[in-house]
DNA sequence: TATATATTTGAAAAACCTTTGATCATGTAA
DNA sequence: TTACATGATCAAAGGTTTTTCAAATATATA
């Protein structure tokens, strides 16, 4: 396999040079920007395999990047990791809601930078085949774009957890998902709570979605997880 | 779960006392070391689930220790946690590029600790991405990543140590296993329990399995372990 | 700010899995 | 063939994980 590209922009230059520096070290083919501006014209340019985007940017700031990034057709699916410096869930509801992937506050350990990128490649990879249409299992059909779940035509509600909860296990069918695995792609790596969340959620949903001894959608694999068939 | 191991590595004597008391409380197996050297050598034998590990040390420091230990392949991926004196942001940035995976400033709250040990191990573990395809002898098919095990179509439910005994013993399709490494590999280093115990899991495996003289999956090597051809 | 809603935590019950010890069976060496 | 060592079998005891419920926090909404 040839290396990734990854853009990194970002104002700080010892940052960018922290992370080129460790990225390097780790087989990725780094280029960086220090603007918005300067980050959308290279695009335009070259291709990438990945951004890194610093939210705070002088001039057009990460979440205008992103936006723009979006609404080019040849962009739309590029893997963006959003760097933010306040660590508030604010912010990061705010840049996934406008495009990004995933993100990190600083400061972050360049492992786990390098943790998450390979991820949402992962994930981007893995996408591309799995974007036909809604989810469905069985009566039920999940509705991501707009939250919807539906269960034989009636709206069934639900929180944005339980939404990534179902959407999760919905885009990896089959598999076994550890809690950990799940508290790292719902609840972000800065989660210090208890595995035993999920068992909770898990719990609403099946609730929800009125899950019973004809209709056991979401198995539990003890000592491993859980998974949708 | 067999306990994760832990090793704090502190030149206060009082402060590897009281981590290591409250680190036991909370069902840790925790080991301790005074100085960068020790650390490294003691690493060199034994493995741990994770590393406590102080900047400021007399002799090789922290950040030395830290170094050493990623340019070891075998200790790559050993989640740290570096503990530093001054709370200066600096400091945690130099801390993490040498590859710490998270960091706390002394004072700090044991209950933190704990959070982040925990954290860090959840992330660790997340990586999950065995991608090995399903694994078949005979009529049987077993699918690592669902978990499940398929004779003929229809789907057997395994217990986690039957699926890892099957597992490994496919994985080493043809190899003798003893029930040493099997048990090193499945209940892990820190298990004292009796040999005896693998038999009994392989007798309700044959038993899932419906073994019989027509199909002889796991073959018992007298003296020496089990294999499956 | 109050109110509603969502999320997390804690603790007990339930379900299930693992280990142990006793006993039996079988293979191996003398 | 016998004695010994190793492996198989079983069921009860013991342990762990998961579920469930309820209460406490936190967050969003009006």
């Known amino acids: 396999m040839s290396k990734d590209r990854v853009l990194i922009v970002d104002d700080e230059e010892h940052i960018l040079e922290l992370i080129k520096f460790n990225l390097e070290q780790n087989g990725y083919q780094v280029m960086t920007k220090e603007t918005g501006e300067e980050c959308l014209a ?53 840049g996934l809601e406008f495009g990004a992937d995933d993100y990190m506050s600083k400061p972050f350990s360049v492992r786990e930078l390098i943790a998450r990128m390979k991820a949402v490649l ?11 249409g809604p989810l ?31 959407k999760t296990l919905l885009e990896n069918r089959g598999k076994v998902l550890s809690r950990n695995f799940l508290l790292d792609k719902i609840w972000g790596y800065a989660y210090y709570g208890d595995t035993r969340t ?3 959620h898990i719990r609403q949903l099946r609730k929800k979605i009125k899950e019973d001894e004809n209709r056991p959608y979401i198995e539990t694999i003890r000592g491993a997880g859980y998974k949708i068939k």
Do not use: Y
Request: one cysteine or more; glycine letters at 6%.
């Open 42 to 94: 290279f695009l335009d340019q070259e291709s990438v395999d990945i951004l890194v985007l610093d939210l705070m940017l002088p001039g057009i700031d990460g979440i205008e990047v992103c936006k723009q990034i979006r609404s080019k057709p040849n962009l739309k699916t590029l893997p963006i990791i959003m760097l933010t410096a306040k660590g508030e869930e604010t912010d990061r509801i705010l």
């Open 136 to 166: 469905q299992v069985g009566d039920l059909i999940l509705d991501v774009e707009s939250h919807e779940l539906r269960l034989n035509g009636e709206v069934i509600k639900l929180t944005i957890k339980e939404h990534e909860l179902l």
């Open 198 to 200: 999920v068992d909770v």
């Open 122 to 132: 992962r994930r981007s990879g893995s996408q591309q085949q799995q974007l036909t």
